[in-house]
């Protein structure tokens, strides 16, 4: 099922028709957005697999909160024609498609299947690039890059610990864990990311609801986006004392002149190619960092936005990222997540420990991320991953 492509005002599943969603283990739970009712079908055993759409964490956040596999290729991998988006012309944050299932197995038989000449002669834009097989099927070490926070959101303390556990699991395998620190993440996170989704002051977001009710869960972010731009630089003002994160998100959420967006667009290119090369310096294959987790309480995602960062910030670099569940919530991490304190230690760190409590035995998953193009690379870190998982699990 293709889910139309969401903006990251929130990552919960639940529209005026059809209701709420809840997550398959736990209905207290969200299964995570926008393609949420596809990771909690696959999850529940009614599904064997999905494609979703991801402008900001659309696949890779329900598959983590519902504990199955997702995979985000690189924006032009695989043809978007027919997908209606919700904000036509946005182009700072680049739209994947990919498949969800319950393996990595389930992701790779989809790929190999679409990579075919038919996608390639259907829609001449996209690069005919068939499934590299001899990258994916390698089992050379690979020197991955490693991170447990992005210094923006804080991780929950499952989302650390399975970063770390799945890092001592490649070493002992015989890969090189190399400390990895994404750069300026606060600057893209309050400045790039509002104003690259919202240029037009949220003009074109807005239409999609032209004549019809809101929902619930985003009445509150619909009423912050028809504010008039003058309104937004003044409430920035005004909770700059308490929350400097959000103050930053409203002022940035302003119309845009042509100028000044195609200066963002600029930007957005320079960052990129700064991170490329902060990678390349390094020598990395890979890069293995936290995915969102454990599945939120409903309707805090809403709430939250700030908790898609660390899957967005891959739709604004355009790399391939998947996420692969590694373990599940323990009593102890509950625990830890009661004297938890943010970056910030604002209204979204405190919200943020609100959101994730009350989740032992809720899976968690860790997110694989290649560079452009790479995705058969991204998909075989995926792969070793979950073998890894595996093997240790039935050694417990």
């Known amino acids: 099922m293709i889910r139309p492509l969401a903006a ?15 997550h398959p283990m736990d209905h207290t739970k969200t299964p995570g957005g926008s393609s949420g009712g596809e990771a909690s079908l696959i999850k529940s055993g009614g599904s064997i697999l999905g494609i979703g759409t991801d402008v900001g964490g659309s696949i890779r956040i329900p598959a983590a909160f519902c504990g199955i596999c997702g995979f985000k290729a690189t924006g032009n991998r695989i043809s978007k024609r027919g997908i209606v988006p919700s904000i036509r012309g946005q182009k700072s944050a680049s739209p994947g498609v990919g498949p969800m299932a319950r393996d990595v197995d389930g992701l790779v038989l989809c790929i190999r299947a679409i990579l075919c000449d038919q996608m390639f002669q259907l829609d001449p834009t996209v690069a005919p690039l068939p499934f590299n097989e001899k990258v994916y099927s390698s089992s050379q070490p690979l020197r991955i890059g490693y991170y447990t926070t992005d210094s923006f959101t804080v991780p929950s303390p499952s989302m650390k610990r399975a970063v770390l556990e799945t890092k001592h699991l490649l070493e002992k395998a ?17 400045t790039l990311v509002p104003a690259g989704l919202f240029a037009d002051g949220g003009t074109t977001f807005l239409e999609s609801f032209q004549g019809e009710s809101a929902d619930p869960n985003i009445k509150e972010f619909l009423l912050m986006v028809k504010l008039p731009g003058w309104l937004k630089s003044f409430l920035s003002w005004i909770v700059r004392a308490i929350s400097p ?7 940035s959420m302003k119309e845009k002149s042509v100028n000044q967006l195609w200066k963002l667009h600029t930007e957005v290119e320079e960052y990129c190619h700064e991170f490329i090369a902060e990678w390349k310096r390094l020598n990395l294959d890979v890069v293995l960092c936290p995915a969102l987790g454990p599945a939120f309480k409903i309707g805090f995602p809403g709430k939250i936005s700030v ?15 998947g996420v692969v569940p590694v373990t599940t919530v323990t009593a102890k991490d509950e625990e830890d997540l009661k004297t938890l304190r943010g970056h910030y230690d604002d209204i979204w760190d405190r919200t943020l420990k609100k959101a994730a409590a009350g989740a032992i035995g809720l899976p968690v998953a860790v997110q694989c991320v290649a560079l452009p193009w790479q995705d058969e690379l991204c998909l075989r870190f995926m792969k070793e991953v979950e073998k890894l998982t595996q093997e240790k699990q039935r050694k417990c």
């Open 8 to 22: 990251q005002h929130g990552y919960d599943c639940s529209n005026l028709i059809f209701g709420q969603t809840v």
């Open 174 to 190: 015989g890969h090189t864990l190399v400390p990895f620190k994404p750069l300026n993440i606060e600057h893209v996170m309050s």
């Open 245 to 251: 994160r959000m103050s930053k998100s409203l002022r």
């Open 307 to 321: 908790g898609a960062s660390y899957t967005i910030l891959y739709n604004f670099l355009d790399f391939p990222a």
